[in-house]
């Protein structure tokens, strides 16, 4: 099935197909004349002259683009506006609450901005310094990034759905001074206790010695003298003007952890020139966005989507970006489409996991509502099935709006494979082509180029100016991690085909990372969790097909020797998981395994517990080599059938 390029939008686009054409034509035949005009979109203090070095080679390993540069994204992403565009709102704030919306002005962020900054530098914050931001969706979120940004201070915003332990873990990593939280958070109108998961947290982060309060719901939390400081005050004190630091492109702009196959959360690392050039230019085509449009992103500020598509790439652009504090289902599972009729959204990107819980309450929470205003959709952070999509173009845009299913990942900064609304023509359930400069591969196991119409693991051949640096304090971890599996490639993680057409469709991840409700996790974080229980003597974790959340969380427990299994104990793991690593890597399924499957030197087969746990009993493979090969038998008895 393929939906065509609607006329009217071949017509409009930045990007049509015949453009679309020319830009490849032109990356190719003069790369650094393409990505220095790419680049001219920002303002530069110092406009680049040295636009890429970069070698994915291990004894020579290094990526630069832009170095020479100097620029300052928050100044990018406000103060040019403001001789044209003072008036316009750059952002539409949505509370949880339906009653509660608001409308700030570039003018008005511009300055919220330079006070955030000001207070930052009363306090101490340099240039270079790291500043965790643990917040709900309001406004003072996106005033915390820009502010760090403004002054050259790193950000790493953490998720507040995160954990006190998960949270003092990132402060840790990256080193911290301070934290800007919120007194709690509202969502889908449960509290969410911020200030106090902070508080939990820092009592393993002694290198904090400041916490800015932001007021949300004016709650009566804990403070601790000299320490936590209520923002208000520090706000309404601090100036209104503040001259953003020139940075260079190749300086740190932010810090975002993320889950990978193994150990502790890496600390993506982006700089400053090439993700601010590559958030903005994506924004711009894949959106096909023009100042004046009203786009709302669903995502929350504490994954990347939020980074580069409510904040970065839509403010840099002139954009009026929503900022949504509540989830789809809250008042009614029509929220989404009354906000969008509210604010007459033009441009609307959400997740499939939302769709497909939207889904199954049927279509008159949509009808009820009248979504004219609507233009384009958009899908991000795990693969779509045709069924959703379906759902999402012929109930949701009614037929008339073209879909951009945008694969990238937080290490690749913004989009890399995704459908431009004027050129590509459309089928449900593919990423369709990379952008313009976008080198994909696909290869096998060993490492073997694979041509035309096939699968394979998916791997980036060259660079783009918004690939992140490094991981934070471990260059080395980086390199092992993305390009030792396929020397002088990126490796994406991802499984992919390749159709006849040359269209792309993403099959999921092929390493040990699950993608829950969008939520990405390595299922040796949920296994070191679980270990930690005082009952648990081994654990391991893998994925499997979930109808709304795209995969659920099965867990095999092997209990203490003297550990009776009960319904009680298996309702106590779950809520520890929840407690120590946050409420969305909460096990959908625990079964008791007195022993796991294993090779004879040690090596748990995932293999066959993804197997079982997929209920794929028939192909099961070779149990041969196990140690035990009768620990198979038990697991596939006592498999929970969901
Ligand atoms: C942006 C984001 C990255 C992983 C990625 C892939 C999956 C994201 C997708 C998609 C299929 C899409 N993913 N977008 N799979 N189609 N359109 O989600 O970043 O949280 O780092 O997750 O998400 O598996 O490798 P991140």
């Not at 499997?544 to 659920?552: L, M, T």
């Amino acid at each position: 099935m393929v939906f065509p390029v609607p006329e009217a939008w071949a017509e409009r686009a930045h990007m049509d197909a015949a453009g679309y054409e020319a830009a490849w034509k032109r990356v190719q035949a003069d790369p650094e004349g393409f990505w220095k005009e790419v680049a001219g979109r920002l303002d530069w203090i110092k406009a680049p002259t040295k636009i890429k070095d970069v070698s994915y080679a291990k004894e020579d390993f290094h990526i630069r683009w832009f170095e020479d540069g100097v620029l300052n994204v928050s100044a990018n992403c406000l103060d040019r506006h403001l001789p044209t565009r003072a008036d316009d709102v750059a952002f539409i704030w949505e509370g949880d609450n339906p009653a509660q919306s608001r409308k700030i002005t570039y003018r008005e962020a511009h300055e919220e901005v330079c006070r955030m900054a000001n207070v930052l530098k009363s306090r101490g914050v340099a240039k270079g310094d790291r500043v965790t931001i643990y917040l709900p969706m309001i406004p003072e979120a996106a005033y915390a990034m820009l502010a760090c940004a403004r002054i050259g201070a790193v950000h790493s915003v953490v998720f507040g759905g995160f954990s006190p332990d998960s949270l003092a873990g990132r402060i840790q990593d990256c080193d911290s001074r301070l934290v800007i939280t919120a007194d709690e958070g509202l969502r889908g109108g449960k509290v969410v206790p911020l200030m106090r998961n902070v508080a939990a947290a820092l009592e393993d982060c002694p290198g904090v010695d400041t916490v800015l309060v932001v007021s949300r719901t004016g709650a009566d939390v804990p403070m601790k003298a000299g320490r936590d400081i209520p923002y208000g005050p520090e706000r309404a004190a601090a100036g209104v003007d503040c001259a953003p630091e020139p940075m260079n492109a190749e300086d740190p702009l932010f810090i975002l952890y993320t889950s990978g196959s193994t150990g502790k959360p890496k600390g993506v690392l982006h700089t400053t020139g090439g993700y601010a050039v590559w958030a903005s230019w994506t924004h711009e085509l894949v959106f096909d966005y023009r100042p004046g449009e009203i786009y709302w992103c669903t995502a929350d500020v504490g994954w990347v989507t939020g980074h580069s598509y409510i904040v970065y790439g839509p403010l840099a652009n002139a954009a009026t970006s929503v900022i949504f504090e509540g989830v789809p289902n809250y008042p009614t599972s029509s929220r989404f489409w009354e906000v969008i009729d509210k604010h007459q959204v033009e441009i609307f990107y959400t997740a499939p996991t939302a769709l497909r819980a939207l889904m199954r309450e049927g279509e008159a929470p949509v009808q009820r509502t009248s979504r004219k205003s609507l233009r384009l959709l958009g899908s991000v952070g795990e693969p779509i099935n045709p069924e959703a999509w379906l759902w999402y173009h012929r109930v949701v845009g009614e037929g008339r709006c073209p879909i951009v299913d945008t694969w990238w990942q937080t290490e690749t900064g913004a989009c890399l494979v995704s459908p431009l609304p004027g050129a590509t023509a459309l089928k449900p359930g593919s990423a369709t082509k990379p952008l313009p400069g976008v080198y994909l591969q696909l290869v096998d196991a060993e490492g073997k180029v694979l041509d035309g119409a096939t699968s394979g693991n998916l791997c980036i051949t060259d660079s783009w100016p918004g690939q992140m640096r490094t991981v934070y304090g471990d260059h080395q971890r980086f390199f092992d991690t993305y390009f030792s599996t396929y020397p002088g490639k990126y490796f994406t993680g991802d499984g992919c085909r390749r159709d006849e057409d040359g269209y792309y469709w993403i099959t999921g991840r092929v390493d040990d990372v699950i993608n829950v409700s969008g939520h990405r996790m390595g299922t040796a974080e949920i296994e070191s969790a679980l270990v930690g229980h005082h009952d648990v003597a081994e654990a391991a974790v893998v994925g499997f097909p979930h109808d709304i959340k795209g995969q659920g969380i099965y867990a095999y427990v092997t209990l203490k020797a003297d550990v009776q299994p009960t319904e009680n104990l298996r309702k106590d793991l779950v809520l520890w998981v929840r407690q120590e690593i946050g409420p969305f890597a909460a096990p959908d399924a625990i079964q008791w395994a007195p022993g796991l499957p294993k090779t004879r030197s040690g090596k748990i087969m995932r293999r066959i517990l993804r197997k079982v746990a997929e209920n794929d009993l028939g192909n099961l493979g070779d149990t041969s080599t196990l140690a035990d090969p009768a620990v198979v038998d038990d697991l596939v008895k006592n498999r929970i059938g969901r």
